[in-house]
């Protein structure tokens, strides 16, 4: 008898420090009732992370990768998984990717990529220089990956002219200069990625996942960027049932900058 495929609500979240927000965290989690919840920005070390705290709600099965005040990943699961790991790109040590291997073989990465700092010259910001090597290495990881994955988080890039609220005036901001888009774009190409989130909404039509925090009505401006990202191998495609931004999220006290992204799949 041949298995009947299940669905599964997947969310990938950059939380910008997970114990600072368990609050947004529950009300989430009532509201939305994940069964996998991949969080970036952890911010925490993996003896200092809230476990039983996701254990009491569901989340038997977890992956860390974590760093005292920086970075960290997570990925916290009511579904069983098998094999954690981590992939250290550039060899910094920071705490940017982990994954699992799901039920019906489906390899999860949850990845933090390097925001980059501020100057868009590697020659003189060095974080900016860490984030084009990182994404070069990314890309040779990338194109040499054979079990069907799914590759979410945040991967501070903004790849299409709707991806951000002015193409033209972020041209020469972080996020979204043609340096990083381009690399985002041989990215992609390495493993033929399907870009789930455009799948659902046309490249035409604007879809932002975060928003600054120094604008004081951030929906009313409404000058995001989709920095947050789900993408699938091509032998996973139309697995992805329905797709949306948790946009109320961002609008709770005291929130994240970015809004979780939330896919229902079948595993």
């Given at each position: 008898m041949s298995k009947i495929p299940s669905t599964a609500r997947l969310v990938t979240w950059n939380i910008n420090s997970v114990?600072?927000?368990?609050?947004?965290?529950?009300?989430?989690?009532?509201?939305f009732q994940p069964d996998i919840l991949c969080l970036q920005e952890t911010k925490a070390q993996d003896d200092q992370?809230?476990?039983?705290?996701?254990?009491?709600?569901?989340?038997?099965y977890t992956a860390l990768h974590g760093q005292k005040s920086?970075?960290?990943?997570?990925?916290?699961?009511?579904?069983?998984?098998s094999g954690p790991s981590i992939v250290d790109w550039c060899s910094?040590?920071?705490a940017r990717h982990?994954?699992?291997?799901?039920?019906?073989?489906?390899?999860?990465?949850n990845v933090y990529a390097p925001a980059g700092g501020d100057e868009p010259n590697p020659k003189t910001n060095p974080k900016f220089d860490h984030k084009l090597r990182f994404f070069d290495e990314m890309i040779a990881w990338s194109a040499k990956l054979q079990a069907p994955s799914i590759l979410v988080g945040d991967l501070n890039i903004a790849p299409y002219e709707n991806d951000v609220w002015s193409h033209k005036q972020?041209?020469?901001?972080?996020?979204?200069?043609?340096?990083?888009?381009?690399?985002?774009?041989?990215?992609?190409?390495?493993?033929?990625?399907?870009?789930?989130m455009r799948d659902f909404v046309p490249k035409e039509e604007k879809l932002f996942t975060w928003?600054?925090?120094?604008?004081?009505?951030?929906?009313?401006?409404?000058?995001?960027?989709?920095?947050?990202?789900?993408?699938?191998s091509p032998s996973l495609k139309g697995?992805?049932?329905?797709?949306?931004?948790?946009?109320?999220?961002?609008?709770?006290?005291?929130?994240?900058?970015?809004?979780?992204?939330?896919?229902?799949?079948?595993?």
């Open positions: 114990r600072f927000r368990l609050d947004l965290v529950d009300r989430f989690i009532r509201g992370f809230p476990l039983k705290w996701f254990e009491e709600r569901g989340f038997k920086y970075h960290g990943v997570a990925i916290l699961s009511k579904l069983p998984f910094m040590g920071d982990v994954q699992v291997t799901l039920p019906g073989g489906a390899v999860l990465h972020l041209l020469k901001v972080v996020s979204h200069t043609p340096v990083e888009t381009e690399r985002m774009m041989a990215l992609l190409e390495s493993h033929d990625w399907i870009d789930v928003w600054s925090y120094r604008a004081r009505d951030w929906l009313a401006s409404n000058k995001g960027r989709r920095l947050d990202h789900i993408w699938l697995t992805v049932q329905s797709l949306r931004v948790g946009l109320d999220a961002r609008g709770w006290e005291k929130p994240s900058d970015h809004a979780p992204v939330i896919a229902d799949i079948l595993l």
